[in-house]
């Protein structure tokens, strides 16, 4: 683990927000200064695009938290222009974090690829849209980093296969993720990053962990079976009115996950020889030695 780069956090922020531009900026200010997260992720959807005319119109499946009187109407709310985005970017890089974004669909990855931040998400709900990857392969230079939820092997295969003949697997980073909110413990299934990293660490960027659990115990096992990047929902309060904000950490988690992430990675080295010099003091005083 020594050759390698620290691990990257990534505080998601997504849509706990709640449509306000003044609570998007405190996310980020708290992630940055009391969390020292690496970066802050949000999403940007076309609604329209996204659901069928049905589907933008019938009422939030859970009405106690919906922004909206239908369901289309509680996404627009929540949804934040390019424009917005251009300020959360600059703003992102007054506070020293990296901004970054979710795409769900084509015209989301056109407007954010017109921002050209370092790199852009695939959600696993999206992961299986080829125009949207092909926009991405084509018309992006950056990072595209995708999340393998409630997806198969073969289509997992099928992604990597396609950012391969687009020449562009070297710029991908693929996530071990089960999508839950929030998922037992048993549904973690932290062992996937092993089996990515066997079978496609050789051909992309690399492999990280998307998590949606509780506490951050599983987070610290993901960095130590190889995991780049460690991507979690964040909110200031896991009270609030919204779908994520029970499946985040509050700043004090996110506080301690980049603490014990950065931590736990600068132990997980061999010793650089057998009798380390903290230990030679030690030795000297205490090993037992015969008279």
Not at 89 to 111: G, H, K, L, P
């Amino acid at each position: 683990m020594d050759s390698k780069k620290a691990p990257v956090v990534i505080a998601e922020i997504g849509c706990n927000h709640m449509g306000s531009m003044e609570l998007a900026k405190e996310l980020v200010t708290v992630a940055a200064t009391f969390c020292k997260a690496d970066i802050v992720k949000f999403q940007k959807r076309n609604s329209k695009e996204l659901l069928t005319e049905e589907q933008y119109n019938a009422p939030h499946p859970n009405p106690i938290n919906s922004f909206g009187d239908t369901y289309g109407a509680h996404r627009e709310f929540l949804e934040f222009d390019k424009e917005q985005h251009r300020e959360l970017m600059q703003f992102c890089d007054d506070m020293n974090i990296e901004y970054s974004t979710s795409v769900w669909d084509v015209t989301s990855a056109r407007e954010m690829i017109e921002l050209n931040p370092r790199m852009l998400k695939v959600p696993s709900a999206c992961n299986n849209n080829f125009e949207l990857l092909g926009v991405l392969a084509d018309e992006y230079e950056g990072e595209v980093h995708l999340s393998f939820g409630m997806t198969t092997h073969e289509e997992e295969q099928q992604v990597v296969d396609f950012f391969k003949e687009k020449g562009r697997a070297k710029d991908l980073v693929i996530y071990s993720c089960t999508s839950g909110y929030p998922v037992p413990f048993e549904d973690i299934c932290l062992l996937e990053i092993s089996r990515l990293k066997e079978a496609f660490e050789k051909d992309v960027k690399a492999i990280g962990f998307s998590g949606h659990h509780l506490g951050i115990a599983a987070d610290i096992a993901a960095i130590t079976l190889g995991a780049e990047y460690v991507e979690r929902h964040y909110t200031l309060d896991r009270t609030w009115k919204g779908t994520d904000h029970s499946a985040s950490l509050e700043p004090d988690g996110m506080r301690k996950l980049t603490r014990d992430v950065k931590n736990v990675f600068k132990a997980l080295t061999y010793k650089s020889k057998e009798i380390l010099p903290i230990e030679q003091v030690q030795r000297d005083k205490l090993k037992w030695r015969e008279q």
